[in-house]
């Protein structure tokens, strides 16, 4: 089984306009991490945000921000006022099974990843 | 944030020769390094992980003769890929954890683009 899924290949949205990545995962852990990286043409990968298993909040840096939805197994990126340099692949990823004390344990597992295309 | 570079961003090679890709964190040590390898349109999949002074751990299908790591400082390792074929061209992407960093510190290297010819 997937343990990371984004279900769109592609999105369009005008430029200024919110849009939602979809994310979902699967994890029997009780501790983990979620991370959305930007991936643009020129293939860096680029930390957007991340959120931990045990934050009650879900996760802001400036236009994103990640709607996460525990029970249902969801973490979607939520970008506002799109910009045409925000156009690139985006990767949903899961980290499984870190310590409460910064200790890292698991690997990064990425979705295949939605491919954001802005229009002016 | 911290920064890591690979070195070269991009080579040609033929068919049977050996490459070497180097990661190195520029500001800050890493006893954790992550191999991935991308295909055109497709996601990363991670090939090893790279500990300092150890071993590297390879994912399963992937073969640690054809493509030996080597960490053999807490700033620098290398991924080698020997007898390098066309199937072997990919877009090799390496990733460092800050010694001692917080759980979300995993920072990304621009890529490496092998064409094999």
């Known amino acids: 089984a997937q343990k990371i899924t984004q279900t769109q290949p592609g999105m369009f949205v005008q430029e200024k306009e919110a849009v939602t990545l979809d994310c979902t995962y699967d994890?029997?852990?009780?501790?983990?991490?979620l991370f959305w990286y930007k991936q643009p043409s020129s293939g860096e990968m680029i930390f957007l945000i991340y959120q931990g298993s045990y934050d009650e909040q879900n996760a802001t840096e400036g236009r994103y921000s990640l709607n996460f939805q525990k029970a249902r197994k969801s973490a979607n990126l939520v970008i506002s006022a799109s910009q045409l340099g925000d156009s690139a692949m985006y990767f949903c990823?899961?980290?499984?099974?870190?310590?409460?004390?910064?200790?890292?344990?698991?690997?990064?597992?990425f979705g295949k990843g939605t491919k954001l295309s802005v229009k002016p | 944030g911290a920064v890591v570079s690979q070195h070269p961003s991009w080579v040609i090679c033929k068919s049977g020769t050996s490459v070497k890709i180097e990661c190195r964190s520029l500001?800050?040590?890493?006893?954790?390094m992550f191999w991935y390898r991308q295909f055109p349109k497709q996601s990363l999949m991670l090939m090893a992980t790279s500990n300092e002074g150890s071993k590297a751990t390879y994912e399963q299908g992937v073969e640690k003769d054809k493509f030996l790591i080597n960490h053999a400082s807490l700033t620098l390792s290398t991924l080698t890929v020997t007898s390098a074929h066309p199937e072997d061209s990919s877009f090799y992407i390496c990733?460092?954890?800050?010694?001692?960093?917080?759980?979300?510190?995993?920072?990304f290297g621009p890529g490496t683009r092998l064409t094999v010819l």
């Open positions: 994890t029997s852990d009780q501790s983990y991490g």
């Open positions: 990823a899961m980290r499984e099974g870190y310590a409460f004390n910064g200790g890292s344990q698991g690997n990064l597992i």
């Open positions: 500001d800050f040590q890493a006893t954790t």
């Open positions: 990733s460092a954890r800050e010694t001692g960093g917080t759980y979300n510190e995993q920072f």
